[in-house]
């Protein structure tokens, strides 16, 4: 018995690393996959979005941020809020500049965003005006930016409440 107790004292042990190489590879894979899907969009403190039971996941698009006072492209102001409700006229100039440079510069970096069919996503405060998140809407299709979101927070449907 001492012979087989010395017998195993002596052999090294070893540690198979194959599986915890698979383990590791699917682990980095699934996260990778993850983060390449998972947009967050910035949450200003100054604009409250309203709730929706949408499920559908927003795409990487321009955002446009509206609150009650300013306008902001990819967190830029380009107008202000009031005026342009204040204003005659249908489309926010400002706006329109700002949208079409944008879509010229784009388009020469990026082949797939020089598609006819440009997505936008506008954050608007749920407190503004639909006169003129109108306006913005105007101006967005005016500059060829036809494929419009409206970011919102998403609540549970009534169906889904939890027991």
């Known amino acids: 018995?001492?012979?087989?107790?010395?017998?195993?004292k002596d052999r090294n042990a070893?540690?198979?690393?194959?599986?915890?190489?698979?383990?590791?590879?699917?682990?980095v894979f699934f996260l990778l996959v993850s983060a390449v899907n998972t947009e967050v969009l910035p949450t200003p403190k100054h604009i409250k979005l309203p709730e929706s039971t949408a499920?559908?996941?927003?795409?990487?698009?321009?955002?446009?941020m509206v609150n009650n006072r300013d306008i902001l492209v990819q967190?830029?102001?380009?107008?202000?809020?009031?005026?342009?409700i204040r204003s005659n006229q249908s489309i926010i100039p400002s706006l329109l500049d700002t949208l079409k440079n944008l879509a010229a510069s784009n388009s020469k970096k990026?082949?797939?965003?020089?598609?006819p069919k440009r997505g936008i996503t506008i954050?608007?405060?749920?407190?503004?005006?639909?006169?003129?998140?109108?306006?913005?809407?105007?101006t967005c299709a005016s500059a060829d930016y036809t494929n419009i979101s409206l970011a919102v927070v998403q609540k549970a449907a009534p169906g889904d409440a939890a027991p």
């Open 123 to 138: 954050m608007g405060d749920q407190q503004i005006p639909y006169a003129l998140l109108k306006k913005i809407m105007l």
């Open 55 to 64: 499920e559908k996941s927003p795409k990487e698009n321009i955002i446009v």
């Open 75 to 84: 967190g830029r102001k380009v107008a202000n809020a009031r005026q342009a």
């Open 14 to 27: 070893s540690l198979n690393m194959v599986s915890l190489m698979d383990i590791f590879t699917i682990l």
């Open 1 to 8: 018995m001492a012979e087989h107790h010395q017998r195993r």
């Open 110 to 115: 990026h082949k797939r965003l020089a598609d």
